[in-house]
């Protein structure tokens, strides 16, 4: 198969050749950089990695988690200890440019309710790798890499034979985190890839792979010879806070003998930007690589006040430098099937060096995109479409993101034919259909094939073991394709059934005895997931991980929320609701006025136009026009209103709806899985055999846990979204409107129908101040 030309590989044969690389360059990696006894020469091994990246482009689905191409001679993870972060290692959300920059001002300022933007500092952002030193009673006693962000590789050792890390320190609080990059001057890079070339030996790509492939060496002797620096940059777990701000706190790690990189003060947007374009102007002058500027809000209690979103803190931004460019040519459009359907075309690049990477590869998104129409209906690039064989300007958003930006508008690229998207799905051979309407997100293309589209059934049990949602170890994409193709795993029940194959599986080629045990032994401890991990593996539509995260509190238990997605099944809107809600010109206050008065409306009554229309309080003349040109007359427009008022959401599925991070798209397709009895008889095989954990209450000691919540009105303290994050901190469960299931509102002035609403319900009402004493 080594020989195989790459263009003839089948996707199986690709992913068996994919795995082998991977294995046999790790192997290389681990003699070369761990035991110096290379025992191929550069240019074999140049073959190898050339042979992976080549596939890769080829088939862009096939990508391994330890690919290669995602390291630079790196030994495998797996080798260190694992280290749980007492206070996680977020990253930073970017900003691209100065506008994204002033709308970070505004966010903190609107989110804090105050009359002028807080101090906030700015700070060169360097091209490193994270990194978390903890000491005790002034010791150096472990270092960990991010990783996840929640558990990192312990490399203590590796982190010791850094000269900028201090062993002991005197004058820091019992326990000290400090986080910062780890990082190689690119002096000192270019050094040492000289005495690589020198010597006939492989040179490296960029300084900050390379620091990350040293420091994760399992010899911390060969780390030693490199040379690694270190610049703090913050702190996770304290026993004691360093100071009241972030600019204090970091200089106080400053006199403790940890290297900064700089930091200054600004008192709104424009002073950031200033700071930006001198660090911008002064970049190549940096030792170092820089990619940004980080902006901070300097006061600790504010930061405390803005809290975090998803896997980013509000209070803090990257604002990038803008990204390189380069010219390529695009060589080929694929069509990749998703797990839920959606085709999406990826085009293959002749490979160009962009952002200190070589990319191979692009997403081209959709059909709208490949033609030059933007989610917005506009056009984009000029007006230009994408064919093959078109010189392409190609950058990488934020230094990471691979995109094109630009098309070589020339005669050839008008004699090259237009890119025809399949109007049928390229695995299954079932109807595509288009969803969304233009100037939304774009039009997705489909697959109408479901469970039975092999891709989606595959992609679907590849999701559903994924580190994120079951985490199942040692059963990977590779291992899922062929026991799909072998007839075992069908479905996620399947999976913990395996055990009925043991017999036949140790027969097959790769796996031992031992290796089948410790599979089984894989699945088996994947039987009580948590919650939000199991809901999330389910791959039910705009359910990610957040998502889940934020049902699996509101519910807490797997059985209350069957029971609740039931109750939404019987309860979802009907057809005749829903053509309601298309309606242009009719908005929530109209339709609600428009059920309200349903009952009452006679349609014979009303034979012309929108001049004879009914009076009805919210309802414009622009929104009775719309109703008529949606369904032709007046009297069939108030059929329909009369038709659409007996399929009107009830209150079951308004629950879920008001749930505050679901929202109505994902209540839909929250209904959609569970009212489909494919899907609900496939999970009742699957709880058969896994029993989802309860999720645990949050802040169960605060006098407001597990309270269902309304803020409406103006708050005069605090903005209504730091309310409601404030609250879900507490273990409350926040709500968009008011039910009988509501437990408290929360009113400033200006209140309205939501006031009526829990006078109506018998729902406790307090004001402002009692919220705040209520949420100490």
Known sequence: MSDKAIDKLTAKEAAGELERLAAEIARHDKLYH??????????????????NNAIEARFPDLVREDSPTLRVGSAPTEKFGKVRHAVPMLSLDNAFDADDARSFVQRVQRFLNLGT??????????????????????????????????????VTANLRTIGDIPHTIKGAPAVLEVRGEVYMEK???????????????????????????????????????????FFAHGWGELS???????????????????????????????????????????REKFAYEIDGVVYKVDSLALQQRLGFVSRSPRWAIAHKFAAEQQQTILEGIDIQVGRTGSLTPVGRLKPVFVGGVTVT??????????????????????????????????????DVIPQIVDVLDDDAHKRRRRFDFPKKCPVCGSHVARELEPGEEGVIARCTGGLNCPAQAVERLIHFVARRALDIEGLGSKQIEEFYELGWVKEPADIFRLGEHRDELTTREGYGEKSVTNLLASIDARREPEFARFLYGLGIRDIGETTAGVIARRFESWGAFE???????????????????????????????????????????????????????????????????????????????????????????LELERVDGVGPVAADHLVDFFSEPHNTDALKRLLKHVTPQDQPRAATSSKVA???????????????????ARAISLGAKVSGSVSAKTNLVVAGPGAGSKLAEAEKHGVKVIDEDAWIELSR
């Open 117 to 154: 933007p807080p101090i906030i500092t700015a700070e060169p952002k360097i091209d490193g790798l994270s990194a978390s030193l903890r000491y005790e009673n002034g010791k150096f006693v472990q270092g960990a890499t991010r990783g996840d962000g929640r558990e990192g590789e312990d």
């Open 563 to 653: 029971a609740a997605m039931k109750a939404a099944v019987k309860a979802r809107p009907g057809e005749a609701y829903e053509a309601l809600e298309r309606v242009p010109g009719v908005g929530g206050g109209a339709r609600a006025a428009l059920l309200t008065a349903a009952p009452a409306l006679k349609a014979s009554a009303y034979l012309f136009d929108a001049g004879d229309a009914p009076k009805i309080k919210g309802v414009t003349h622009k929104a009775w026009d719309g109703l008529i040109g949606a369904f032709g007359t007046m009297p069939e427009a108030i059929a329909a209103i009369k038709a659409a008022a007996k399929q009107a959401p009830g209150e079951d599925f």
């Open 240 to 282: 004691e806070p360093l100071a009241d701000t972030q600019f204090d706190s970091v200089q106080r790690l400053a006199k403790l003998g940890f290297p900064l990189a700089g930091i200054k003060r600004a008192k709104n947007a424009e002073e950031l930007l200033a700071i930006y374009e001198s660090i911008l102007a002064g």
């Open 34 to 51: 761990g035991k110096d006894a290379p025992e191929i020469s550069d240019a074999e091994y140049d073959k190898l990695r050339n042979r």
């Open 361 to 398: 590869n692009v997403t081209l998104h959709n059909a709208d995109y490949i033609r030059s129409v933007g989610a917005d209906g506009g056009p984009i690039r000029g007006g230009k479409d994408l064919r093959v064989g078109d010189t392409v300007t190609v950058q990488r958003a934020g």
């Open 187 to 229: 002096a000192a890079f270019a050094k040492m890839n000289a005495k690589f070339e020198a010597e006939g030996k492989k040179t490296y790509v960029n300084p900050r792979n390379s620091a990350a492939g040293v420091l994760r060496q399992l010899d911390a002797k060969v780390t030693a010879t490199w040379p690694l620096k």
């Open 706 to 724: 597990g309270l269902t919540i309304v803020f409406t009105g103006t708050l005069e303290k605090m903005t209504r979204d730091e309310a409601k």
